[in-house]
Every structure is written in C-alpha cells, then in structure tokens.
C-alpha cells in the first residue's frame, strides 16, 4: 500500500476504539475536549527553559492510555509521523541560544538545547493528548460533542464529511494517478500540466458528489441541522474527570512540583 | 388512494447551458404499479427521477405526487411521500454509522424518538441488514451499502419507491437479492436502470425515454418483445429473453 494509502488506513481506524462495544473508558465527548483544550492550553504556557515544570504533566496522557487501553505503540506511530515538524522547529535552537542555562556535573547545557527539548516535550504531550482525544472517544463523537458545545454547525458538518469522504477522493485521485501511470510509459512523475489538470477534475468531480450527497440529504429533510438519535447527557462523573485533571494541570502550573520533591529530598539528605 | 399517485403532464427542464433534458413528458403512475423507466445513456432519465422529489424543478409542464403539485413551497410534503434511493450509495450514506443514516429522514421529520427507534430498527430487518447498524457505511461491502440506502428512505415511510440504477455494481447474488427485495415491496415503485431483466423481474410497466421524450410506454412483456423499438432506443432484448446461441 502506498504512503498516502496507509495514512488514510490509519485515519479509518482513528474511532475504532470510541465505537467499541465497550470503551474502557466512556467519557462524554464533552469533558474530554474541555479537558484536552486546557491541557493543550497548560503546557504551551511553560516558558521555553521550564523543561522540569512540564514532567509531571506526562502523568495525563500515559493515564489516558492506561484507563483507555490504547497501545503506547498506536500513538507512538502517529506521533512519529508528525515528529519532523516539532523537530524543524526546534532544530536551530542550539545553534542561536548557545548561552550555558544549567550544569549536569560536568556537562554544560546551553539553553538552546534546553528549549529544543522543550519543544519535542510539549510537542509530545500535545499532539499525544489531542490523539487520545479522538481515540477514546471516537472523531464522530468528538464532532457532535464541539457542536453541542456552540462550534458553528457548518463547521462540524465539514469535519464529519471531510472523514466520510475523504476515503472516496483519495480512491477517485488513484484511480486518476494510476490511469496517467498505465498511460505514460517511461516517462517518470507527472507534468505541471497534467498535475493541474488532475487537481481541477477531482475537484470538479469532488464538487459533483458534494451536489449529490445534497441532493440525498434533502431529499430526506435536511434543513440545516444534523440530528443523532443517541445523544448523552454529560454526568457526574464526567464532570469529576474534568475537574480532577484541571485541578491538576492547575497544580502543575502553579508550583513546580519536581522542584519542590527535589528540593524536599536533598532536604532530608542534609 | 391519491397519494400514491404520480402524475407528470408536459414536464419540460433545459439545464443551464440550455441543454435540453425533458421535452413534454408525460405519464401517470397509479398505486402499487411498478414501473421501469429505461433507455439510452443521456435519454434524460436521472434528470427526470431529481424531478419526482423537488432536486429539480420543471421549467414547464408539472409534477404531481398524491395530492400536491410539485412547488417550492410543498416540496418537503412530496419529499415525505417519495423516497429516493440514490444511483451511488456512499452519496446516501453520510452519516458515521448506518443506524444514523436510517435515522437521519425520521429524526428530520421530527418524530419522537421511540419512534424513529423502531422505524429504524423496522426498515433495517425489512432489508436484511439490521447487523449493519452500527457499521460505518464505507467499511461495507457494495451489497450491504445497496440495503442499507433503502433503508435509509424505508424509514421515512414513504408512499412512492423512486431508484436509480439499482443493481448497477452489485455481484449476481446481491442483484438477486435486491431483486427479490424489491418484489417484496408493496410501494409504487420508479426504477431507471440499464437492467433490463431486473425490470423484467420487477416492473409490469415500462417507460421508453428517447432525447427526453416518451418513445413508449406500456406492459413490459409487450415492450421487450418490439425489437425495433429497443434498437431504435440503443436498448437490446433482456438476456433471458434472448434466444440461446452456441451452448
């Protein structure tokens, strides 16, 4: 299978876990975006050479995937995925910040390196969460809950079409690429001509479909508004989940915990 | 009973570069019929079927389904009374399972939630795919999407079974099935298709579009026996009704 062919595998089974029969962990929709944004919120909010006030929030994501039963390796591969991009952020700061910020004995560590890992650290925690997000709690799932939340109804829409049928427009551009390929011979790659012309038809086609799919919807009364049958009400628990894991992020960031172990060990030390 | 009833005088439509579609059809369609509507690619018989349920409006003549002519202001009564199953599924099937699509026209229609429940439910069993329920449509195979699209207007109780293309993709088992699917149904039933023995199988009626007009129309048996007709229409005789050659 090709690359783009297995990204889109991968996306189909972004909401296998949230369709189970039975989530290990059944959250609303809700609490884990409210959840998720503050965490996301919390940890860009470090400064750039707080790298030991970040660690404890690694607490969040690993108990996700503990209480959830999503396999470390799942997440690892996709955040390997998009790894360059927080690694070509970062990759220069060594070499523009060299100024030495701390001492592990005998080794000197600049804070461009101290900032790099921050980077990579709150790359990892962020990407990880939102993934986990969507994981537990499924992309369909986690859509209608933004739209109960007062996300504009257009744009959740958008969201849940652009997953239902971006398997169908990929299916349609290899069928397209593989046409030009069975007809081009030697010739290696595809022209500026043909690639444009190849991007205009799909969009044409994709633009006939999207007439059609609304021409289905309205026909079976769509005025606007996406209706599920199954609809939760968030609970208490949910409401506890939220308020635990803001207490801590919070915590987190109010006070710097490892310091204060530290400081509280080498304390008991002397 | 009128609310089965449709009745097309004069219906005309060009689509915006002026091409012409529709030039004066006309026909009526009682309770209960089943009626094959059949002909050459580009006879007009998509454009004409986005016509039965208010896709597209009449540039001249009129449209009548039960007691309403087909306007701006009542097309959401004619869609109540006209279900229409799609040439191509994954345009049907939108929603991230398939109970949601059956449920999506009931949940429209406002109904109360029990209801939509047991509709759903209802229309799943009807097709054979009440297992499909909680499968994402594009994890399906070309058959269960087929059953699943009907259900998804089944569950609107419609009066009037409008389709397009049916069978077009489905494996000889699937296309045996929908066509006894089909048989089942006590609905007045529009099929266009290519599939000439499925309206052999299903339609006692049979509607010839040519250039947008009406070449013919009448019992099906008659139709396919007029072999110039059907070589005037790019039509062929049904294989079954084609004399063995070579075995």
Redesign the interface.
């Known amino acids: 299978m090709s690359g783009a062919g297995q990204a889109l595998g991968s996306l189909n089974g972004l909401d296998g876990l949230g369709r189970a029969d039975a989530p290990a962990l059944r959250v609303d929709p809700r609490a884990m975006i409210v959840t998720t944004f503050l965490f996301i919120a919390v940890v860009s909010s470090f400064d750039k050479y707080d790298l030991l006030g970040l660690l404890p929030l690694v607490l969040y994501p690993v108990s996700l995937m503990a209480l959830g039963r999503v396999s470390f390796r799942r997440i690892a591969r996709r955040l390997l995925v998009a790894s360059p991009f927080a690694v070509m952020i970062g990759i220069f700061n060594p070499v523009f910040d060299g100024r030495i910020i701390a001492e592990l004995g005998p080794l000197a560590v600049s804070g461009g390196w101290i900032s790099f890992a921050s980077i990579l650290v709150k790359f990892l925690l962020t990407v990880s969460a939102a993934l986990l997000l969507v994981e537990i709690c499924g992309f369909d799932a986690v859509c209608f809950g933004l739209g109960k939340m007062g996300v504009p109804r257009v744009l959740v829409s958008q969201l849940l079409f652009l997953k239902r049928y971006i398997h169908v427009a990929a299916d349609e551009a290899a069928r397209m690429v593989r046409a030009h390929a069975l007809r081009s011979f030697r010739r290696r790659g595809m022209s500026f001509r043909v690639f444009g012309s190849l991007c205009g038809q799909l969009l044409l086609r994709s633009l006939d479909r999207a007439q059609r799919i609304y021409n289905a919807m309205i026909s079976r009364g769509f005025s606007g508004r996406i209706h599920l049958l199954r609809e939760r009400s968030v609970r208490g628990g949910d409401i506890l989940f939220a308020s635990l894991w803001i207490g801590f992020f919070l915590l987190v960031r109010l006070y710097n915990i490892p310091l204060w172990i530290g400081t509280l060990v080498l304390g008991s030390l002397a | 009973m009128s609310h089965h009833i449709v009745e097309l005088k004069n219906l005309e439509f060009a689509y915006a570069d002026g091409t012409p579609a529709l030039r004066g059809v006309s026909f009526r369609i009682v309770h209960g019929e089943s009626v094959g509507l059949v002909g050459a690619n580009g006879a007009g018989k998509s454009t004409l079927l986005?016509h039965l349920?208010?896709?597209l409006f009449p540039v001249g003549g009129t449209v009548q389904v039960g007691d309403y002519p087909l306007t701006r202001k009542n097309v959401?009564d004619v869609?109540?009374r006209?279900?229409?199953v799609?040439q191509?599924p994954?345009?049907?099937l939108?929603?991230?399972?398939v109970?949601?699509d059956v449920?999506?026209?009931p949940?429209?229609?406002g109904l109360p939630?029990d209801e939509?429940?047991s509709r759903?439910h209802g229309a799943l069993r009807q097709v054979g795919a009440d297992h499909l329920a909680?499968r994402?449509?594009?994890?399906i195979s070309g058959g269960e999407k087929r059953a699943a699209a009907i259900a998804?207007?089944l569950s609107?109780s419609p009066d009037i079974l409008v389709m397009d293309e049916p069978s077009s993709g489905l494996d000889p088992l699937s296309r045996r099935q929908l066509i006894e699917l089909l048989r089942r149904f006590r609905h007045t039933k529009i099929i266009a298709t290519h599939d000439l023995d499925l309206v052999l199988d299903v339609c006692e009626r049979t509607i010839v579009l040519n250039g947008g007009r009406v070449a013919a129309d009448g019992p099906t048996a008659e139709i396919f026996r007029d072999e110039a007709l059907l070589m005037a229409n790019h039509l062929e005789k049904p294989l079954r009704m084609q004399p063995l050659a070579g075995c």
């Open positions: 986005l349920n208010g896709c959401d869609r109540r006209v279900g229409m799609f191509d994954d345009d049907q939108f929603m991230p399972r109970f949601d449920a999506f026209g949940l429209n229609l939630r939509v429940e759903v909680e994402p449509p594009y994890k998804t207007v609107m």
